[in-house]
């Protein structure tokens, strides 16, 4: 039963990460703009990419939601 219940949970973890990443790269790209510096392969403004990442963690959200409400209306 555990590895049947183990099977239907979905999660995402490459938008979780990515999204992780962009902000991380967009606080960093941020901090050095302050200094003068910035991230080379980095072409685009530190907002773009902080957008970037909450579009991959609401469509995280979305998703890991609807697997939970889909896994309760299985029981």
Do not use: C, Y
Not at 29 to 46: H, M, S, T, Y
Not at 47 to 64: E, G, N, S
Request: glycine share 2%; net charge negative.
């Amino acid at each position: 039963m555990a590895s049947q219940k183990q099977e239907q949970v979905f999660t995402t973890p490459i938008f979780l990460a990515a999204g992780f990443f962009l902000f991380a790269v967009a606080i960093i790209e941020k901090a050095l703009n302050l200094i003068g510096a910035d991230i080379p392969f980095v072409p685009v403004w530190p907002r773009q990419l902080l957008d970037w990442a909450v579009v991959l963690l609401m469509f995280d959200i979305a998703l890991t939601l609807r697997q939970v409400l889909e896994n309760k209306l299985q029981e």
